[in-house]
């Protein structure tokens, strides 16, 4: 059996309800619309049947809900977005056993409410948070009773990266060009927000919180653990006007271990060089399959984890095990 602990869904209701409610999104709706597995069950199920025992953990495609509308009505959106992905759990069990609840977190009363409700009412398995929220990093002190939600439930935050063009690559510009700010800000984005919640002592405040990184850690940390490790052993000594003294001796241990706690999934676009590497840092434990579907490629992704030299009990950690201890579910 494989599952797929990353999946992106679009669900009618919600994005019904995200059109109305936010027109300016009209050319994300028609570029989300135009990946048809995206809403499209049967074309979706049919892919699904060429695999064999494959099942789907799903949520939210990007964009976060903290960009598509703020306040009461972002917290209706998350309501209808969750309604439906448990309604479609409910419906087709043995293709999705899963759900990972959306909230926008640009309001964290409401936002912890509905994750709440959503776990506790419609079974969801967790939470999908973004690498920034509006532009807020994770490590400022009103976002801490996420994580404190999550430890006290024993489940799994959803990392996933969210950066636009407005971030510009160089100073001089407006804007970032050839989709820059997709194709390596992403990466960015996730290992800054993975170094920001380390060195605020996430990890120390929760052990075993469980966070499962998009694209295998960002795809950055495991290939910088040098650059990480070493390289920032000396903290504060390249900036003159911010002290960084107290960060690293406020941790409980050596910083780069904290690293190898998130969980990391094998969403590479069916690149190889990549798992290798990031199974070597993170380990066969802490790897969890995913492909980014209907984003990215389901069979690619199979071969590329099939090529590499695993023993049978790391294979089955990785395409379920470590799913099932993460959800704290089992998959017949």
């Given at each position: 059996?494989?599952?797929?602990?990353y999946?992106?869904i679009?669900?009618?209701?919600f994005f019904r309800?995200?059109?109305?409610?936010s027109?300016?999104?009209e050319n994300?709706?028609?570029?989300?619309?135009?990946v048809k597995?995206?809403?499209?069950l049967d074309?979706?199920?049919?892919e699904m049947?060429?695999?064999?025992?494959?099942?789907?953990i799903?949520?939210l495609?990007n964009?976060?809900?903290?960009?598509?509308?703020q306040?009461?009505?972002?917290?209706?959106l998350?309501?209808?977005a969750?309604?439906?992905?448990?309604?479609?759990?409910?419906?087709?069990p043995?293709r999705?056993?899963?759900?990972?609840?959306?909230v926008?977190?640009d309001?964290?009363?409401?936002a912890?409410?509905?994750a709440?409700?959503?776990?506790?009412t419609?079974?969801?398995?967790?939470l999908?948070?973004f690498t920034?929220?509006?532009?807020?990093?994770?490590d400022?002190?009103?976002?801490?009773?996420?994580?404190d939600l999550m430890?006290r439930?024993?489940l799994?935050?959803?990392?996933h990266?969210?950066r636009?063009?407005?971030?510009p690559?160089?100073?001089a510009e407006?804007k970032?060009?050839f989709e820059?700010?997709?194709c390596?800000?992403?990466?960015y984005?996730?290992t800054?927000a993975?170094?920001?919640?380390?060195?605020?002592?996430?990890f120390?405040r929760?052990?075993g919180?469980?966070?499962?990184?998009?694209h295998l850690g960002?795809g950055m940390i495991p290939f910088?653990?040098?650059r990480i490790?070493a390289g920032?052993d000396?903290?504060?000594?390249?900036?003159?006007?911010?002290?960084?003294?107290k960060?690293?001796p406020?941790?409980?241990?050596?910083h780069?271990?904290?690293f190898?706690?998130?969980?990391?999934?094998t969403?590479?676009f069916?690149?190889g060089?990549?798992l290798?590497c990031?199974l070597d840092?993170f380990g066969?434990?802490?790897?969890?399959?995913a492909?980014d579907?209907?984003?990215?490629p389901i069979a690619k992704t199979?071969?590329q984890v099939?090529r590499?030299d695993l023993?049978?009990?790391?294979?089955h950690?990785?395409?379920?095990g470590?799913?099932?201890?993460?959800?704290?579910m089992?998959f017949?």
């Amino acid at each position: 059996m494989i599952i797929d602990i990353y999946t992106h869904i679009l669900p009618d209701a919600f994005f019904r309800e995200m059109s109305r409610v936010s027109p300016r999104l009209e050319n994300i709706g028609a570029r989300l619309r135009g990946v048809k597995k995206l809403f499209d069950l049967d074309l979706r199920f049919a892919e699904m049947d060429q695999i064999g025992d494959y099942r789907q953990i799903i949520s939210l495609p990007n964009p976060p809900l903290e960009e598509i509308a703020q306040g009461p009505v972002a917290a209706q959106l998350a309501r209808v977005a969750n309604d439906a992905m448990a309604e479609l759990c409910a419906k087709h069990p043995t293709r999705f056993p899963a759900f990972v609840a959306a909230v926008s977190l640009d309001d964290v009363d409401t936002a912890l409410k509905e994750a709440e409700r959503a776990i506790t009412t419609l079974n969801a398995r967790g939470l999908q948070i973004f690498t920034n929220i509006a532009g807020h990093p994770l490590d400022e002190e009103r976002f801490r009773p996420v994580f404190d939600l999550m430890a006290r439930h024993d489940l799994p935050l959803w990392l996933h990266p969210a950066r636009t063009a407005a971030m510009p690559d160089y100073a001089a510009e407006q804007k970032s060009r050839f989709e820059m700010w997709w194709c390596f800000g992403w990466p960015y984005e996730t290992t800054v927000a993975m170094a920001r919640l380390v060195f605020s002592g996430v990890f120390d405040r929760h052990p075993g919180l469980k966070i499962v990184t998009h694209h295998l850690g960002g795809g950055m940390i495991p290939f910088f653990d040098g650059r990480i490790g070493a390289g920032m052993d000396v903290l504060g000594s390249r900036t003159s006007d911010e002290d960084y003294s107290k960060v690293l001796p406020s941790l409980k241990r050596p910083h780069l271990t904290y690293f190898r706690e998130f969980y990391a999934d094998t969403a590479l676009f069916g690149a190889g060089n990549g798992l290798i590497c990031g199974l070597d840092f993170f380990g066969a434990d802490r790897v969890v399959f995913a492909t980014d579907a209907p984003l990215g490629p389901i069979a690619k992704t199979i071969e590329q984890v099939d090529r590499l030299d695993l023993e049978d009990g790391a294979r089955h950690k990785i395409m379920q095990g470590n799913a099932e201890r993460l959800l704290n579910m089992t998959f017949d």
